[in-house]
C-alpha cells in the first residue's frame, strides 16, 4: 500500500480513517478538506484545484482523503488503493494491533 484514496460522502469517517490508517502504515495523510477550503469556507476554483491534487499526488507515498468535486483524476489515477467510508462516525472497523 502505497498511494491510497479514501472516498465517502460527508461525515462519513473519511479523515478518521486516514488518520487511523496513516498511524498504522507510517504513510503520510493529506487532509484535502484543508487544503480545498479557504477562510470563510471559500472554495478553491476548479482549475487551481486540479493543480494543486496533481502537486498532491506527485509524490510515491500518501493517503488522502476526501471526496471534493470531480476534477480528482490526479489523485485517482495515481492512487494504487482505493477505499470508501460508508458509515458516520466509523473508522471502517480498523484497529491496531494493539487494541
Do not use: C, H, N, Y
Amino acid at each position: 500500500m502505497r498511494r491510497v484514496v479514501i472516498l465517502g460522502r460527508g461525515a462519513a469517517g473519511k479523515s478518521v480513517l486516514a488518520a487511523r490508517l496513516g498511524q498504522l502504515t507510517g504513510l503520510p495523510v493529506v487532509a484535502l478538506d484543508e487544503r480545498f477550503w479557504r477562510p470563510g469556507l471559500v472554495a478553491t476554483p476548479p482549475g487551481e484545484w486540479a493543480a494543486i491534487q496533481r502537486e498532491l499526488a506527485r509524490p510515491d507515498k500518501w493517503i488522502m482523503d476526501g471526496d471534493l468535486g470531480p476534477r480528482s483524476q490526479a489523485r485517482r489515477g495515481r492512487a494504487v488503493s482505493a477505499l470508501s467510508a460508508e458509515r458516520v462516525g466509523s473508522a471502517g472497523g480498523l484497529v491496531s494491533p494493539k487494541d
